[in-house]
């Protein structure tokens, strides 16, 4: 059947049966990646010779891959700066790299982000930049996709002896306060607690994430 006829096949399909095709197209579209905005969906359906087989993406074999200068941890890409940026410069630059400055979730990832942070550190302050901020209502929380920051997995600076605590929105530097969120600590005592608010204006190292690649194997 030519491409024609096959339009003009489904021309005369019942109204019904034009939806239900149309169903399917919006169920593509549904596996647009939250993180990038880009389509990382493979065809669900393909037809060879006639037969038409499904794949599922879940159970097709694939290793999953970061490119150059990322880093895999479960499913995710992190970045980690080398250069110096406020947040703002630096939610661009991720941008810029088709992610976003990371969003946190819970301890595994806070690990894993403390440890590579921690080995990085040039001195105390050479902390990294991560996408939370509250310059919309201050002591509001919000990651840059607009999601407020789950209680049962912050984790803010607390001093040993607790008379030190962050966020603190600091007024020494900006008199408009700390709206900006770095992470980093030499000591590993403070692996679940090294958060900081800061003037956003500060320039600091920062994280960069995004959704790692499906690579297929090959047989
Ligand atoms: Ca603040
Ligand atoms: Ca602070």
Known sequence: MSDMAEESAYDNVPRKTRRSKNKVCRHMRAQTDALTG?????????TTHGTTTTASPSTAPCKLVCDTDWELQEKRCFHFSTNKLTWNQSREDCKSKSGRLVKIFGKKNQKFLFDKVKSLMEDGEDKFWIGLTDSA???????TDGSLLNSSSQFWFKSTNGDKTEPNNWKGTNPEGEDCVRMGKKDSAFEMKCWFDKDCNTLQKYICEKKSTCEKHRT
């Open 38 to 46: 880009a389509t990382v969906s493979t065809p669900m359906t393909t």
């Open 137 to 143: 209502v201050e002591g509001q929380w919000r990651w």
